[in-house]
């Protein structure tokens, strides 16, 4: 199935600043008996990625590895890809280098991070989907040396963590939580899906709230959101007058849908300035376009 192409184009300017690019090949997801490939499509290349922001109208992205398959090598793969989409003489693209939280990875990892600074890149994106915790309070030694280096590489380069979460499992938000709270004075944390799930948001939202107030360099987006999750977030931001510089829009193509998540923000009952700063300003901001 070819992707089906957009029937209409965004009414505003559009940053969506976490998306994927690469081809990935299917998989026996969850003990399948044959290989699937659940987001049935995605952008394998530059030409893909700018073709289809020309049709959505957006005008610019950050991008980052594909991924999805349980193995922790595959995104790394990706990151030439993620720095050729940058090349793009326009520059509407800017990139995350992929890297893993996991020890077992620490030689790619080293290799990775030999491509902060690059053009176009601003972005460090990991999981633990794959491997690794974001939980400080348990990494060994020879974790805490990895993590400390890669931290060293994000401050350098004024980067900002992109750090997938969920509402359990590997990625747990609380354990996110816990390394915004030792290190997002430091440098700039993307919590990437605001949580990832119902519990996940109601964990996240007050935090994200305080941590604001508390001066941490804190982000995120809605992309993966459950229904009540923007009413949620942006009523907490009404009455505490903070955060809304710190949320921006986010497709999580292939692995959301771009329509759904932009009209996530659009039918939202909010201010035209307000969208605005979600759709674009803070990009343009954080991203120093």
């Known amino acids: 199935m070819e992707r089906m192409l957009p029937g209409e184009k965004v009414r505003r300017k559009v940053f969506d600043v976490h998306n994927h690019i690469g081809f990935m090949e299917g998989f026996k997801y969850y ?13 394998n290349d530059r030409a893909a990625k700018i073709e289809i922001m020309d049709q959505l109208g957006v005008d610019r992205a950050v991008v980052m590895s594909n991924y999805g398959i349980p193995d922790p090598s595959q995104p790394f793969g990706l990151n030439a890809v993620v720095l050729d989409a940058c090349a793009h003489p326009d520059k509407r693209i800017l990139g995350g280098v992929w890297f893993s939280p996991s020890l077992k990875m620490r030689e790619a990892n080293d290799a990775a991070m030999k491509l902060a ?20 309070e348990e990494w060994d030694e020879d974790t805490k040396k990895m993590w400390e280096g890669i931290i ?6 004024d980067h900002v963590f992109h750090l997938h979460t969920s509402p359990g499992g590997g990625s747990d938000v609380s354990n996110c939580i816990k390394f915004v709270k030792a290190y997002g004075k430091r440098v700039k944390v993307h919590v990437v899906h605001c949580g990832g799930g119902v519990s996940g ?15 941490y360099k804190v982000y995120t987006d809605t992309s993966w959101a459950v229904g009540f999750c923007n009413r949620y977030l942006f009523d907490e931001i009404e009455k505490n007058g903070v955060g809304d510089d710190r949320v921006m829009f986010s497709s999580d193509e292939p692995w959301s849908d771009f329509w759904s998540e932009y009209y996530k923000f659009e039918g939202l009952g909010i201010s035209e300035e307000l969208k605005n700063k979600l759709f674009w300003e803070n990009a343009e901001k954080l991203y120093g376009v």
Not at 37 to 42: A, E, I, K, L, Q
Not at 118 to 133: H, Q
Not at 152 to 157: A, K, M, T
Request: net charge negative; proline share 11%.
């Open 31 to 43: 003990g399948l008996p044959e290989p699937v490939n659940p987001t049935v499509y995605c952008d």
């Open 117 to 136: 600074g690059e053009p176009g890149i601003k972005v460090l994106k990991a999981t633990c989907l794959l491997g690794g915790t974001w939980n400080p």
């Open 152 to 157: 060293d590489v994000c401050e350098r380069h």
């Open 201 to 215: 948001h109601i964990k996240f939202i007050p935090e994200f709230i305080k941590f604001v107030k508390e001066g």
